[in-house]
């Protein structure tokens, strides 16, 4: 019997292990297993087991299983498959990306001793002994230490056995194990329960009564537990004001009983269905619209503009599909957006919902995870990460804001597309997905009029709001005194005063953090730069330093020119901290924050400044892109956009889509409940078409009149593209590597080739980038023989001795 394994590394090809006798009973699909390769072990998965023996090679023998059952199944191995085989990545890749770090053990791990254990190992066995007592000296092992300790490579079970006995913790998981969290719960002794007994304790129990703390302890708990239900010790303790020690009088009187439960990490509400609204007329015809799309199509796009109640349809969607019990997976793109959303969708269903994104620490996941795979919870909200969820039965995919960039991962690979990726595992269960924009990419609405998905309009607003009025702000006409951008121009700061007055509240966006993109010279125009990347740095005044937003780095501030001696700087443009600033020098009397990702770095943070805005705590948000993404605020009557400008003039075919999106949906939070909002855009390109589209809120137009120039120069939707980037610290490497790509592919998709270029950035962590495009057409034969050719290209040019070192990068559906 042989195994074909994935194992996470980026192989070009899964590799093949022997199962030998010992292990073959009880091996399944989507089990893990220990395997080696080239001395290193590794925590694999099983995609296929069969008896081929490969002809090539000698297949080593598996060490181990690790798991009694599979912790996937076949359709998420399926959807492993398709993202490798689309994004032309390894299913190594893409193993690493989808699991939990627990279930992902290499001999790179390392495991930490855990200090609160001690050193009594009289409970260990022979093995387990002999690596608490390497770990209580070294205090950290790798997993290649722990086999020469052992003699052995079988080092697993051993491993296991002590984590789940908390002698120690794997180092990814920052000292947490597998084992479930335990919470120590206080009982009254069964024999109390009966009334006439407790009167007779409370009353007539001498040594009780001369224990008056002890006797305080008893009725804070009696209290406790007719009002809350079950008590925890920390609980108790903390509302008696009570000691360890009186508690444990209490315990050794036999009259309370301390006993260790296991507990869930993520709280959850009891189970239940509220649906407490009815839908409005508009809102009930695109529900039975859906429906009806949904017999003929597996896809749906639900075209609704800002705050016209999609989140209800898709709640009442949700309702129909947790009935015929069945999973749902909602989608959003920004971990900000899930913590409004979950709010709402547990007041309707309760504990059936679960969240799932990157800020829960690995034991938070490895329950989710392991609740989903159980079927325990039918509906889970997430960010593009949660497609990877080991679903049983999925019946029913939400894609919120589905034109939104951050569905696509950048770094590292798998550079999968969620949103695409998510109609793919959609078909592997016949289940139906929603996809949900007032800003629909191209892509999206050009399959939905051409009849590959099904579309729905949803064009009013709920409750019969007015789309908000867009004024237009032209900052030629305003002479700044330091001749430098204006940041919040005369009629901006009159309106948001205005709001403040009626205690309206207000959202600011620019999309720039730090306080200033970068500073020049006054005499001879030096402006400093990072070390590592072809890039300005950015002053971010917090932390009074330069930062690189490419490579992280951070400088300290430059007083005196490298260039001319001079010590005069002038700050150009402006980022949030500048804005912040200013306002709060405008409205002393204004709360003002920020929300970028410097100022919600934390798990919660996120959740707390969004309740504060909520609460009308804050009075004026200044923000990036996450103030813009399908946030609800009752009380917002005006949104700004300070610099339009920088929207509308990058060098990227997608433009005017990107610019026309973000204003669009920055605007849709103003005047979302009571009365019309507006929106004051600050720009000197008054003339741009996409302003015109703005003003009109006509996505349609913007639409039809973005098509021509897209069929012209063939981009998307016309074409399907593929970046191929080529890396290296040596500027001429990478360039005659780049060429002679090009040279080799220009045989057979000369015609579809764009480069080698430079990138508009040319350098990033000191490597030197080149470019190369393939404008395909939409043509499933052309499509995987450009990426065959692709992968052999990499290959040969791998071989060569002087490219070996260049980096190659393929991204497909690049954005």
């Not at 009935?323 to 269903?349: G, M, N």
């Not at 200013?582 to 009397?589: A, C, G, I």
């Amino acid at each position: 019997m042989y195994a074909e394994v994935i194992i996470p590394l980026a192989l070009p090809k899964n590799y093949t292990w022997s199962v030998p006798l010992r292990l073959r009973e009880g091996l399944k699909e989507g089990c893990r297993v220990e395997v080696q390769l080239k001395n290193k072990k590794y925590a694999g998965v099983v995609k296929r087991i069969h008896h081929e023996k490969p002809s090539a090679f000698e297949p080593k023998e598996m060490l181990n299983v690790l798991d009694t059952e599979p912790i996937i199944f076949d359709e998420q191995l399926q959807l492993w498959q398709w993202i490798a085989n689309y994004y032309m990545c390894s299913e190594g890749e893409v193993m690493a990306a989808a699991l939990p770090a627990h279930f992902k053990l290499s001999s790179e791990t390392i495991l930490i001793f855990n200090e609160e254990y001690g050193d009594d190992f009289s409970a260990l066995d022979h093995d387990e002994y002999l690596v608490a007592e390497a770990l209580l000296i070294k205090k950290e092992l790798k997993l290649t230490a722990i086999q020469q300790i052992l003699d052995s490579s079988h080092v697993y079970p051993v491993i296991k056995r002590l984590i789940e006995k908390k002698v120690c913790f794997v180092w990814e998981a920052l000292k947490e194990s597998f084992s479930p969290k335990k919470e120590t719960y206080v009982l009254l002794n069964p024999q109390y329960d009966n009334e006439e007994n407790l009167s007779a304790l409370l009353n007539e129990d001498k040594k009780l009564q001369r224990a008056e703390k002890q006797m305080e302890l008893l009725l804070s708990y009696l209290h406790l537990f007719r009002t809350e239900g079950n008590v925890t010790k920390s609980e108790l303790l903390k509302k008696s004001r009570a000691t360890d020690a009186q508690l444990k009088g209490l315990v050794d009187k036999n009259i309370l009983l301390i006993e260790k439960r296991t507990i869930d990490r993520v709280q959850y509400l009891p189970k239940n269905i509220d649906i407490d609204f009815d839908l409005s007329p508009a809102q009930q015809k695109a529900f039975d619209e859906i429906e009806i799309a949904f017999q003929s199509r597996q896809t749906c796009l639900l075209h609704g503009v800002t705050s016209s109640g999609k989140t209800q349809i898709y709640i009442r969607l949700i309702e129909q599909f947790i009935k015929k019990d069945k999973q749902v997976l909602y989608l959003l793109p920004e971990i900000a957006l899930t913590s409004q959303i979950i709010r709402r969708l547990q007041k309707h269903f309760g504990g059936y919902i679960g969240i799932y994104h990157s800020k829960f620490n690995q034991n938070e996941r490895f329950e989710i995870w392991s609740k989903i795979k159980s079927g325990e919870l039918k509906v889970i909200l997430g960010a593009r990460s949660a497609l990877f969820l080991p679903f049983e039965d999925l019946g029913f995919i939400i894609v919120d804001e589905e034109h939104d960039t951050s569905y696509k991962q950048q770094e590292p690979s798998p550079r999968y597309h969620a949103r695409d990726a998510a109609v793919y595992y959609a078909s592997l269960f016949g289940a139906k997905i929603v996809l949900g924009s007032a800003t629909p990419s191209v892509e999206s609405y050009f399959n939905a009029t051409n009849n590959k998905y099904g579309l729905v309009e949803l064009s009013e607003r709920f409750g019969n709001v007015k789309l908000p009025a867009i004024e237009i702000i032209d900052t030629k006409k305003i002479i700044s005194p330091d001749k430098n951008k204006i940041i919040i121009s005369q009629q901006l700061q009159e309106s948001i005063q205005h709001s403040l007055d009626n205690e309206k509240q207000v959202i600011l966006f620019q999309n720039r953090r730090g306080y200033s993109p970068y500073q020049v010279c006054q005499v001879c125009g030096w402006i400093p730069q990072c070390r590592n990347c072809d890039v300005s740095l950015n002053y971010h005044k917090l932390t009074n330093k330069l930062h690189c937003h490419y490579c992280g780095t951070v400088y300290p501030p430059v007083n005196t020119c490298p260039a001319c001696g001079n010590h005069h700087f002038i700050q150009r443009n402006f980022g949030t901290e500048r804005i912040e600033e200013q306002l709060e020098e405008l409205f002393p009397n204004a709360k003002v924050a920020r929300m970028d990702i410097d100022s919600v770095r934390g798990k919660s943070a996120h959740e707390n400044l969004i309740r504060l805005f909520e609460q009308q705590r804050i009075n004026i948000l200044v923000g990036t892109q996450m103030v813009v993404k399908g946030l609800d605020f009752d009380h917002v009557n005006l949104v700004g956009i300070l610099d339009a400008d920088s929207l509308l003039s990058f060098a990227d075919f997608r433009v005017n889509e990107r610019a026309f999106q973000l204003m669009e949906q920055v605007s849709g939070r103003a005047g979302r409940k009571d009365g019309q909002g507006k929106v004051m855009i600050q720009v000197a390109n008054t003339k741009h078409p996409v302003l015109a589209y703005i003003q009109a809120h006509d996505y349609k137009l913007f639409f039809q009149n973005e098509l021509p120039p897209r069929q012209r120069f063939f981009y998307p939707p016309y074409s399907r593209i593929i970046l191929v980037t080529f890396k290296h610290k040596i500027k001429e490497v990478v360039e005659s590597a780049a060429h002679f790509c090009a040279n080799n592919l220009k045989n057979d998709f000369g015609k579809y080739l764009v480069g080698p270029a430079e990138p508009v950035i040319n350098r990033i962590r000191n490597q030197y980038l080149m470019e190369l495009l393939l404008k395909l057409p939409r043509d499933g034969n052309t499509i995987a023989l450009a990426k065959h050719f692709i992968q052999q290209q990499s290959a040969i040019l791998h071989n060569d001795k002087k490219f070996r070192s260049v980096t190659i990068v393929v991204d497909v559906d690049a954005i």
